[in-house]
């Protein structure tokens, strides 16, 4: 029987799971029982749930998420974007920037120990389920030392294959709110050569997921994730953080040992980390916030009969002795740019229609003249946005009386989501000719139950130029 891994004391100069030869220390967390990782706990548990039920729950004929890249229409939660209302996305990504750096300011590390789906994943169902089958973090290590008997085969074997086929789930669900359910569903059902692309894409998502729960792990914080390395600069002494009070626990000392501080040096705040790290020697890169270590800490200092919260959560001037200050200029700037954010992209939905209006002039000449009129031809673009067959009209308000248009008299009829380009023909008699002008193009579903307006420029000759060309053909042709 192999000698078991030894407990290794981190140090903040290095990364723990990577020893001294540069292989890999594979970690197991030990179990913890508190506030924090009960509250953590039911707030993944409703992650996971809202993750998975999304692509099930109709919201006005569609699911409530529903992001159909084939017909080019994005369905949230019953609001309809069209693929020319992608544009809309930039408030989307620099709202949650901002609602990012705003929380991080305040709260650190909160998203990553609570709501990041790498940890939501691996805390609450990969890790339950090495638990359940391997048992805790000491019968885990154990197993690492035992050789390879059946019992351990069929253990790690077991683990593997469940591991796989979660990966697959998740993977599945994730196309769904590309597809749809019943999409899914049919692409699941045929042979994989009928749905090549779809095939392809979820056995790659598949391998990811599975090579990154199943073995790669906190690495993805520590190595790929930048943002562990973006809280230097958004985060001051005045954020919330977790963190050691070395000024109640130093020194350190066991139970009885004269003058010693409140920790004990258990070092159970270590094994519960779920990073490898020591929180005791301050904030650090991998520290994801997950409170592991605080429910841990409060555990022993209930056992040893002292206060709890000598691990705990509050700002770095706080432990320092200070007040934590919650407003503050970086505080104040995030929240001011997310409001602003915020305000701008409810006034961009609220210029969404259920179709476009694009009016171009026909290439060639800007007008033309003849002996009757002067006329300006334009091509008019109307997309429908919706998901249903609709009658457009457009009309010319407060348009000149004497304007006469060819084109587009009786409306145009569109199927979902396509598009048509008319001819609109324009003529005014030069007998009521003043000068170019600006006349508004409308454009309305039947029902009347809205309305888009583009502007058009009618152009042609400076009246003058026009009324003595008029006058010099009447000489010539009295």
């Known amino acids: 029987m192999k000698t078991p891994v030894p407990f290794v004391r981190p140090n903040r100069d290095f990364v723990t799971t990577i020893r001294e030869d540069g292989s890999r220390l594979f970690l197991h967390p030990a179990d913890v029982r508190g506030l924090f990782t009960q509250a953590r706990r039911w707030s993944g548990w409703l992650l996971i749930a809202i993750y998975l039920s999304l692509p099930w729950i109709p919201v006005g004929g569609h699911p409530a998420v529903f992001l ?69 973090a000491v019968r885990r290590r154990q197993l690492d030392a035992q050789p390879w008997t059946a019992l351990k085969i069929i253990r790690r074997g077991g683990k593997q294959v469940i591991f796989f086929v979660l990966s697959a789930v998740i993977a599945h669900l994730f196309l769904a709110y590309y597809v749809s359910i019943t999409e899914l569903w049919t692409m699941m059902s045929d042979a994989p050569a009928t749905h090549w692309a779809a095939f392809v894409f979820v056995f790659i998502f598949t391998s990811i997921l599975y090579f990154n729960f199943a073995w790669f792990r906190e690495q993805l914080c520590i190595v790929i994730c930048p943002y562990g390395r973006l809280q230097s600069a958004l985060i001051d002494d005045h954020s919330l953080v977790i963190g050691y009070d070395a000024t109640r626990g130093e020194p350190r000392g066991k139970l009885g040992t004269p003058d010693a501080g409140a920790c004990i040096d258990c ?21 994801i916030g997950c409170a592991a270590c605080v429910d841990a800490c409060d555990e022993v200092m209930d056992k040893v009969h002292r206060p709890q919260g000598l691990v705990r959560y509050d700002s770095l001037a706080g432990f320092a002795g200070g007040r934590t200050r919650w407003l503050r200029p970086r505080t104040i700037v995030y929240a001011v740019l997310l409001m602003v954010g915020a305000t701008v992209a409810v006034w961009a939905l609220s210029t969404v229609r259920p179709a476009n209006l694009a009016i171009t002039r026909l290439t060639g000449a800007p007008y033309f003249v003849t002996d009757d009129v002067v006329r300006n031809q334009f091509l008019v673009r109307i997309v429908n946005k919706t998901d249903h067959a609709a009658r457009f009209v457009i009309t010319l308000p407060g348009a000149p009386a004497a304007l006469m248009r060819t084109g587009l008299d009786e409306g145009v009829e569109l199927a979902p989501l396509a598009e048509d380009v008319r001819s609109l023909v324009l003529q005014m008699p030069r007998s009521h000719y003043e000068g170019g002008f600006v006349l508004t193009v409308r454009l309305a579903d039947e029902a009347g139950t809205f309305s888009l307006e583009r502007t058009a420029q009618f152009v042609g000759p400076d009246k003058e130029l026009l009324d003595e060309d008029a006058r010099e053909k009447k000489e010539q042709h009295p």
């Open 267 to 287: 070092n159970r705040c270590v094994q519960v980390c779920p990073t490898g790290i020591d929180i005791r020697q301050g904030l650090q890169l991998e520290c």
């Open 68 to 136: 159909d890249i084939a017909d080019r229409r994005f369905h949230l939660f019953g609001f309809t974007l069209a693929f020319q209302d992608t544009w809309l996305m930039f408030f989307g990504i620099t709202g949650l920037g901002f609602g990012l750096f705003f929380i991080t300011a305040l709260l650190g590390r909160l998203w990553c120990g609570w709501a990041c789906p790498q940890t939501v994943f691996l805390e609450h169902v990969y890790r339950r389920v090495e638990r359940w089958l391997e048992g805790d």
